[in-house]
């Protein structure tokens, strides 16, 4: 399993963080991270205090944060990994639909709270914004996990099983 990890972070030609805007409970915060570790995202920062009170990883099956980073800070501004574009998930006026969005190689996608919208301060850094056309609102994990597979499903390497399927013939 330890060869295959490798390989996959060694096949990967992009990379992609997320960033939580107050995570409402500790349950959505572990389903994201465990999106996160299916998908490949280098690290998870999040803002605000409600985490905080309650950290158990209830959802968090994987145990992706003992290798995945998650990082409390107080502004996601500042934590734009170098190279990437900030990307606000944000169903607003002027946002792209993702079945047309072209993900680009480096990015830091954000995403708010299940009760509330991105601030305003945050969809101003962010260079682009994004949103899923869908009749009625998911919830943060499965947000997170539709963006990510689709970042996966057009990318180049859209499939980190290829080496593993390919020696089960």
Do not use: W
Request: charged letters at 15%; glycine letters at 8%.
């Amino acid at each position: 399993m330890l060869a295959f990890l490798l390989l996959k972070n060694t096949m990967s030609k992009s990379y992609a963080c997320i960033g939580l805007q107050n995570p409402k409970s500790p349950e959505n915060v572990g389903s994201v991270m465990r999106a996160a570790g299916c998908y490949g995202v280098n690290s998870v920062f999040y803002t605000g205090r409600r985490y905080d009170v309650a950290k158990p990883f209830y959802t968090d099956t994987q145990n992706a944060y003992q290798k995945l980073p998650l990082i409390g800070v107080e502004d996601l501004a500042s934590v734009v990994p170098l190279g990437c574009v900030p990307i606000a998930v944000e169903l607003v006026a002027g946002a792209k639909p993702l079945p047309s969005y072209k993900h680009p190689p480096r990015a830091f996608y954000i995403f708010g709270p299940e009760d509330g919208s991105l601030s305003k301060a945050v969809t101003d850094f962010c260079s682009e914004t994004i949103y899923v056309p869908t009749d009625g609102c998911m919830n943060l994990a499965a947000t997170v996990n539709v963006i990510l597979y689709d970042r996966l499903a057009k990318g180049d390497d859209f499939s980190y099983h290829h080496a593993a399927l390919k020696h089960q013939s």
